[in-house]
């Protein structure tokens, strides 16, 4: 399985751009890249997701290289209610149906005023 | 369109007790995994179920074991308790996807907290 490792923490401001890179060397063909935040006691929210090139959503980008050995998770304009957990994981879809996700430790991402 | 919904929202049990979760996946999808969250760390993947079997399993004992029913819902079983186990259940539902014509996207519940005293 792919592991992950990402920046353990981040500080930001609001309205700043925020850009957490994540490594996944040993990523597979069969591997696909998905992000999520997570608030205290919540479950995981999911933000995007990609298996190649650029992703773009309402809420964020997710830039892949041609390799796919690292993304990176793009917030635009993020403001105090970004303040959470993000994790990168590498989900393992199986030939025969079914997947699975790895999460990591995530990233603690802190935005202040 | 509900979203996945889990209960109870917290329990509390004594080491050697069972105890059963429940999830309820959001409408449309066909496939159930379950997470278990310590506090501090990130989400670890117990098992999948789909077509009422385990697909899929993570690193987990024999204690934890679970069940689909036709309606897709799902429990989630743990015999005899530990201290460790005491931890953020977490359900997550999807349709089963079949690499490379589609992928998934899992959709996780608001969590069972399991205390184990």
């Known amino acids: 399985l792919a592991k992950t490792t990402q920046p353990i923490s981040m500080d930001s401001y609001e309205g700043q751009e925020v850009n957490i890179t994540c490594s996944h060397n040993n990523i597979a063909t069969n591997d696909y890249i998905t992000w999520y935040q997570q608030f205290p006691s919540q479950g995981p929210r999911f933000i995007i997701q990609g298996y190649k090139t650029k992703v773009t959503n309402e809420v964020a980008s997710l830039f892949i290289p041609a390799d796919r050995k690292s993304s990176t998770l793009s917030l635009p304009r993020v403001s105090l209610s970004d303040t959470a957990v993000y994790y990168c994981l590498v989900g393992v879809l199986f030939t025969g149906g079914g997947n699975k996700l790895t999460f990591g430790t995530g990233t603690q991402l802190k935005v202040e005023l | 369109d509900a979203g996945v919904t889990q209960s109870p929202t917290h329990l509390i049990k004594t080491r050697g007790q069972q105890v059963t979760l429940r999830c309820s996946p959001k409408?449309?999808?066909?496939?159930v995994s379950w997470y278990q969250q310590a506090l501090g760390q990130g989400p670890q993947f117990i098992f999948q179920y789909y077509e009422e079997e385990e697909r899929q399993r993570g690193n987990f004992p024999d204690r934890f074991s679970g069940h689909q029913f036709p309606n897709y819902s799902s429990e989630l079983n743990v015999n005899a308790l530990l201290l460790g186990d005491s931890a953020l259940y977490l359900c997550?539902?999807?349709?089963?996807?079949?690499?490379?014509?589609?992928?998934?996207?899992?959709?996780f519940g608001p969590g069972t907290r399991l205390t184990v005293l």
């Open positions: 409408s449309g999808h066909d496939t």
């Open positions: 997550a539902s999807s349709l089963r996807a079949y690499f490379p014509t589609s992928t998934d996207t899992q959709y």
